[in-house]
Structure formats: C-alpha cells, structure tokens
Nanobody
Framework: QVRLVESGGGLVQAGGSLRLSCVVS????????MCWYRQTPGKQRELVAS???????NYADSVKGRFTISRDNGKNTVYLRMNILKPEDTAVYYC???????????????WGQGTQVTVSS
C-alpha cells in the first residue's frame, strides 16, 4: 500500500518561511512527477509547484521567486521551501505523486492527507 505523508505546516507571520516535506512509503517501483497543490475553502485545488524525476521544475506565477520545490529520490521525499510568505498563501497544502507500484505494476496518482499552512498579517 502506498502512502504519502506531509509534515511541516503551521502558523507563521507574513514574511516568514516554512518547509514542507512529503514522504512516500510502501511497495514502490518508481515515482514520476511530484507536486504540491493547495486549497482554500470554496476554491478549487491549485497547482503550486511540480518537479519531474530528473529535477525539472514548474511553479505557479503567484509563488515564483518565493517557493522552491526539490526532491530526494533516494528518500522518496519531496520538499517545498516557502519564503516571504503572504497571508494569501494560507491554505491546506497537499502532496501529489505519480507512482508505479512494485508488485502490481499499477500506475496511478496518489495524494497525501494535507497539511495546514496559516500566514498571519
């Protein structure tokens, strides 16, 4: 069974920083793209940043220059470093990964349970 577990969320003042982590565990053959999404009440989940297995990255315009996504393939972990946080960054942040399972060879999209980030003004 594949699991994604996020950590690192919390309450921070505007201008501060946080680092989110997401660890993938279970019977994994390979992990392709890894992403961070965020969602606020009443709004659709939006893509914040993505990273391919080779390290190519993509960011939402609203976070370019402030957020950095990275991954450690040896640890099956993806990170999101968030700097110069703004109140509008407040959301639940979700980890997403495209994963092929080891024994079934099933490839699918998996989500973490989410971690709350709150930025106070």
């Amino acid at each position: 069974q594949v699991r994604l577990v996020e950590s690192g969320g919390g309450l921070v003042q505007a201008g501060g920083s946080l680092r989110l982590s997401c660890v993938v565990s279970g019977s994994i053959l390979s992990i392709d793209d890894m992403c961070w999404y965020r969602q606020t009440p009443g709004k659709q989940r939006e893509l914040v940043a993505s990273i391919t297995i080779s390290g190519s990255t993509n960011y939402a315009d609203s976070v370019k220059g402030r957020f950095t996504i990275s991954r450690d393939n040896g640890k099956n972990t993806v990170y999101l470093r968030m700097n110069i946080l703004k109140p509008e960054d407040t959301a639940v942040y979700y980890c997403h990964a495209s994963i092929t399972a080891r024994y079934t060879l099933f490839s699918g999209d998996y989500w973490g349970q989410g971690t709350q980030v709150t930025v106070s003004s």
